[in-house]
């Protein structure tokens, strides 16, 4: 549960006390100067006085602008780094489950089968399968049935990793396609499908590229070479240059990078927008105007109006995954996934829109329709199954909302919840305030909750610090598990991790569980609880109850 003058008074001083001596004295080519030089000035001044907030208010106008481009185009960036990062992860993934396999037949009945889940359950993959030399011998579409010449390999990587850039196939001679290929299985992947994102202008340039080998992956627009080599190492980059505003990103993952570009001509639009409001306006209201205008474009943001849109439109549902047992493989209960799909059909990653929200005041509105699409969900479960157990996420800020008890107590009335059934799952961040992090705990535990820590580990807590608490439960973060089995200094935190879980009574559910290598370890380091892949994906309630029950 995912549960922002004064007005100045110039006059002119005379040395004559009479009111009446400018009438008196006769005047002269000095006095007619002065009284011209004084006028002068005075008019000057409240010219200034007049135009001042008004040039002011154009020159943030013009500030504003530009600013809000470049955060548009670094959100468009993001977003396509994103998606190239989570095609890179599944495809990574789904040779790994392959490869893991050990199958003896790579083009097996039980492989090819393999190869269709994975293809099922991986959102940017379109298929994957068994290559020998250029050719595709079997693939999760069509088994063994057909095979298809991918031409030879472009370059290959220091990890041993081969690249086919531009690939055309039978079925979609149109298009291009990307085919990466390692330990004797591949993955084809749309090359379109990380630039396919959702923005706001029709002639945007995107382009996304690996950096070692200096190519550009996919692209669309004006995408000009300097632009990639002003990045020159650093994390991300914003510039103006002939005539675009261009944002380019590094991943945090591999070595890659996107970029986005917008004409220019995006941000005089915006200036003359902004003009025709402040042009009218006298001194007090231009900058009155001025800052209204600057906290709407602030406001207005892309993803907190996505965001206020979803919510009205309903289009965020829940996805549910499962939680085994490690000894009997028995399903315990299941983890609630905030999920959101736009209405053009376009999925929007947790990772992405859920920091927006926190940032914003609409988390705690995600928060409480949270609640209600599991409580609609799960309204019976309790009942029919009373040994499982429902997981759902708060964040830091609802975690201390006043209401969060009551979002809670209506939870559980709307699921017939015992006690146990429902868990609430807290970050580190929640705990920062230790005393106020016990008060809220103590009230949630009253309630019948239990308390889980998500993410354990990759915050600023220690499980000795975590012994002031009542905790009931700590999740070892997926980072953790997936350095089981790997000799790397950090593979050994896991089992300290988990001796110090036990020393401490607390229960534990590993996160991010894909192999039954990293299964069998956690099982027989006493671990009780995982989710992961290798037990199941996300997936509507349905579908989790059916899994549930069937196992």
């Known amino acids: 549960m995912a549960l922002i003058p004064g007005t100045q008074i110039f006059s002119g001083s005379s040395r004559d006390k009479n009111p009446f001596s400018a009438v008196l004295q006769a005047p002269t080519r000095k006095t007619y100067s002065l009284t011209l030089a004084r006028?002068?000035?005075?008019?000057?001044?409240?010219?200034?006085?007049?135009a001042g907030p008004v040039v002011l208010a154009l020159h943030q106008a013009r500030s504003v602008s530009l600013q809000a481009e470049m955060d548009k185009v670094t959100s468009y960036a993001l977003d396509v780094q994103n998606r190239a990062d989570m095609t890179t992860d599944q495809t990574d993934a789904g040779i790994r489950s392959l490869a893991q396999s050990k199958a003896t037949d790579p083009c097996s009945a039980s492989q090819i089968k393999l190869m269709r889940q994975i293809d099922l359950s991986s959102s940017y993959i379109q298929a994957i399968g068994h290559v020998e030399g250029e050719t595709m011998i079997c693939s999760s579409i069509w088994g063994n049935r057909e095979s298809f010449n991918l031409g030879p390999v472009d370059f290959t990587s220091k990890r041993?990793?081969?690249?086919?850039?531009?690939?055309?196939?039978?079925?979609?001679?149109?298009?291009?396609?990307a085919v990466i290929e390692r330990d004797g299985y591949a993955a084809i992947i749309h090359k379109q499908l990380p630039i396919d994102a959702t923005t706001q202008e029709k002639d945007v340039s995107l382009a996304t590229m690996w950096l070692d080998y200096?190519?550009?992956?996919?692209?669309?627009?004006?995408?000009?070479?300097?632009?990639?080599?002003?990045?020159?190492?650093?994390?991300?980059?914003?510039?103006?240059?002939d005539g675009y505003v261009v944002a380019i990103v590094r991943s945090p993952k591999y070595?890659?990078?996107?970029?986005?570009?917008?004409?220019?001509?995006?941000?005089?639009?915006?200036?003359?927008?902004?003009?025709?409001?402040?042009?009218?306006?006298?001194?007090?209201?231009?900058?009155?105007?001025?800052?209204?205008?600057?906290?709407?474009?602030?406001?207005?943001?892309?993803?907190?109006?996505?965001?206020?849109?979803?919510?009205s439109r309903n289009e965020f549902f829940m996805h549910y995954q499962p939680i085994v047992d490690l000894t009997t493989r028995k399903c315990v209960g299941a983890e609630a996934l905030l999920r959101w799909e736009?209405?053009?059909?376009?999925?929007?990653?947790?990772?992405?829109?859920?920091?927006?929200?926190?940032?914003?005041?609409?988390?705690?509105?995600?928060?409480?329709?949270?609640?209600?699409?599991?409580?609609?969900?799960?309204?019976?479960?309790?009942?029919?199954?009373?040994?499982?157990?429902?997981?759902?996420?708060?964040?830091?800020a609802d975690f201390y909302a006043e209401d969060i008890l009551q979002i809670l107590h209506s939870l559980k009335e709307a699921t017939a919840a015992g006690a146990g059934n429902l868990m609430v799952e807290a970050t580190e961040r929640c705990l920062m305030d230790a005393s106020a992090a016990k008060s809220v705990i103590t009230q949630i535990r009253a309630a019948g909750v239990q308390i889980a820590l998500d993410d354990f580990g990759t915050g600023y807590s220690s499980l000795s610090y975590l012994d002031a608490f009542q905790i009931d439960y700590i999740k070892i973060d997926k980072s953790f598990v997936d350095k089981i089995g790997i000799d790397a200094p950090t593979s050994y935190v896991v089992a300290h991790i988990i001796e110090m879980a036990k020393s401490m009574g607390m229960k534990m559910i590993a996160e991010g569980v894909e192999t039954e290598e990293q299964a069998t370890y956690l099982r027989e380091h006493g671990v009780h609880y995982a989710q992961g892949w290798l037990f199941g994906m996300p997936m509507p309630f349905e579908e989790f109850l059916k899994l549930a029950t069937t196992r």
Not at 160 to 177: E, L, M, Q
Not at 220 to 237: H, M, Q, R, V, Y
Not at 255 to 262: D, K
Not at 375 to 385: L, N, T
């Open 342 to 396: 736009r209405a053009n059909g376009e999925p929007m990653r947790p990772e992405i829109f859920i920091p927006v929200a926190e940032e914003s005041a609409l988390i705690h509105s995600i928060t409480e329709r949270v609640a209600k699409l599991v409580g609609k969900d799960a309204q019976k479960v309790f009942a029919e199954h009373p040994d499982f157990h429902l997981a759902v996420n708060v964040s830091a």
């Open 160 to 177: 041993g990793i081969k690249f086919r850039t531009n690939v055309n196939f039978p079925f979609d001679p149109a298009s291009k396609y």
């Open 255 to 311: 070595r890659a990078a996107s970029l986005a570009a917008l004409p220019k001509t995006y941000i005089n639009q915006r200036i003359n927008e902004l003009t025709l409001f402040l042009l009218p306006v006298g001194l007090v209201c231009g900058l009155l105007l001025a800052i209204a205008v600057f906290y709407l474009i602030r406001s207005q943001s892309s993803m907190q109006a996505f965001l206020k849109a979803g919510l």
């Open 39 to 50: 006028k002068l000035i005075i008019w000057f001044f409240v010219a200034v006085a007049i």
């Open 214 to 241: 200096g190519q550009v992956y996919a692209s669309k627009g004006t995408i000009k070479p300097e632009w990639i080599k002003a990045l020159n190492g650093k994390k991300s980059i914003q510039l103006v240059d």
